[in-house]
């Protein structure tokens, strides 16, 4: 497919909703006028021009919306950056300023050309950005009434009368739980365990087989400790409220390991004022009752025993080497040790899966009662196998649904569970969107936090992220190299990565 331009910039602002309408698919760019071109030439193309946009389907079908760019009309305009995300805070910037309602015009003449085109309906409207709820909240900052915020992401981005009421339901929600904390005073710590029994096929986190790197975790845990020192010091003066141990698979660690950590992690940190203790446990075919002792020892007061799916065919096909009994096994044994705070993560659009499927899978956990349901729609990645081996698995469907996601939040009401946080992805199947949900008092505050960027998280190990929220709002981040030989050899710079960072923050 062609994406035809009158000029360059407009590509970053219709990429993201061209890929959610055809997505798979390969685009080229091209800046050749319609007028230029053979009926031929036309087919498959996105032309946009003079403030119109038209789509040459492959069948010569013409579809044709035009617009206006409020920028012409008057001077007095907000700028933004031109971005490959539509909605703009949350991605790089390209650069070149381009007014926000130019991009918005722009975005909603592609979808209503797109959505007549294909006879898709995109659920979040022109929206590609990560954080869907920021708009809501900002909102809500304001005073604007939750009616009128509705009204307004239903008219001005085109979401669905049900996800512009998720999205603001849940920014109410959030709002709540952030005016209880004095969230711009503090921070939240983030620690990546990059080691898992085995990596799944749709995995593109900085995650590494154990058995490759069994003979370097002590080693990791070594440098790890360094950066631990280096960041309790830097904010001996912060408040700590959130703490998350993810991966990765931090339960690939032994039991004495996953003790060390916990230690370190007391020692270097103050967590007198903690709400939030979270280790990942993750997978079922890492956790043994040693493990959990040892957590629970360590003082996590959170935990997530994840399946994906509890179909055994399923999760043979994606990697996962445990059985659903194991699942259910490992989820009483967390309980009977006193865990009450427990999160399962599914994902929707798994290869091969139906409607069928996904309802046993719910049906499965809701008679579990975990206390946290978080729901994935599959993002297929860059680097993940999945896409890598395409060919391979192209042939089944891997489609989430309005369905298949009403079936996640029926099931979610049923425990009691309300929807707390939510975020997306790119190459979302069904463009649908990751959600939590959680009984009232049992939501995951560290989640919020990461999602609204209100607060600096700082985050520790190979492949972490650290960010840096400013006190005008203003987000800078550093990372950490994703291989773990580097980070081990190269600490020392991870560490003054952040040194500069946050000297930054301060001088601000």
């Known amino acids: 497919m062609i994406i035809g331009l009158d000029r360059t910039e407009s590509e970053y602002m219709v990429r993201g909703l061209v890929m959610a309408f055809f997505p798979h698919q390969e685009f080229g760019v091209d800046l050749t006028p319609a007028v230029d071109l053979a009926p031929e030439q036309k087919k498959d193309r996105l032309q946009i021009e003079h403030n119109r946009v038209t789509y040459y389907d492959a069948e010569g079908r013409t579809y044709t919306e035009d617009y206006v760019r409020p920028s012409e009309c008057s001077a007095d305009h907000e700028w933004k950056e031109a971005e490959t995300d539509a909605e703009a805070e949350e991605t790089e910037t390209s650069g070149t300023k381009i007014p926000i309602e130019d ?60 996800k512009a009421a998720t999205a603001t339901d849940i920014a109410r929600r959030e709002l709540k739980l952030l005016n209880e904390i004095d969230y711009k005073n503090g921070y939240s710590l983030y620690i990546g365990i990059p080691f898992c029994p085995s990596i799944c096929l749709y995995c593109s986190f900085s995650a590494y087989p154990l058995a490759a790197w069994k003979t370097r975790v002590d080693d990791y845990l070594d440098a790890l400790e360094l950066e631990m020192i280096a960041a309790g010091e830097m904010f001996k003066d912060r408040i700590l409220q959130a703490v998350y141990i993810g991966g990765g698979t931090p339960t690939s660690l032994t039991p004495q390991q996953l003790t060390r950590l ?22 079922p075919d890492s956790i043994d009752r040693d493990k959990l002792f040892a957590i629970k020892e360590g003082g996590a007061d959170r935990i997530s025993v994840n399946p994906q799916s509890m179909q055994q ?13 194991q699942i259910v096994d490992t989820f009483h044994m967390a309980r009977e040790m006193g865990f009450d705070n427990i999160n399962m993560d599914i994902i929707l659009g798994l290869p091969g899966e139906t409607e069928a499927d996904v ?6 956990i809701a008679a579990l009662k975990p206390d946290n349901l978080t729901v994935h729609s599959l993002a297929i990645k860059r680097a993940a196998r999945l896409n890598i081996f395409w060919e391979q698995f192209s042939h089944m469907e891997m489609k989430n649904s309005d369905a298949t996601m009403q079936l996640a939040y029926q099931t979610a009401a049923q425990m009691g569970m309300n929807p707390y946080y939510l975020y997306r992805q790119k190459n979302m199947a069904g463009n649908f969107e990751n959600v939590g949900f959680a009984r009232p008092g049992k939501e995951g505050l560290y989640n919020i936090l990461i999602m609204e960027e209100v607060q600096s998280i700082v985050a520790l190990g190979a492949g972490a992220s650290t960010k840096a929220v400013f006190a005008d709002g203003h987000i800078e981040r550093c990372e950490n190299v994703k291989e773990v030989g580097n980070y081990i050899d190269r600490i020392d710079e991870m560490i003054e990565r952040k ?7 301060k001088s601000r």
């Open 103 to 162: 991009c918005r015009a722009l975005e909603r003449a592609v979808f209503e050309v797109l959505g007549r085109a294909t006879h898709i309906s995109l659920p979040w409207g022109i929206l590609s950005g990560v954080r869907p709820t920021k708009l809501p909240m900002a909102m809500l900052r304001e005073g604007m009434e939750e009616a009128d915020i509705r009204n307004r992401l239903e008219n001005e981005y085109r979401i669905s009368p049900e």
């Open 262 to 283: 916990c230690a370190m992690v007391h020692k270097y940190f103050d967590f007198s004022h903690v709400r939030e203790f979270t280790i990942e446990a993750g997978r």
């Open 313 to 325: 065919r399923t999760l043979d096909l994606i990697g996962r080497r445990h059985t659903v009994e």
């Open 359 to 364: 309802a046993d899978t719910l049906q499965k």
């Open 499 to 505: 040194h500069k960072l946050f000297l930054q923050e």
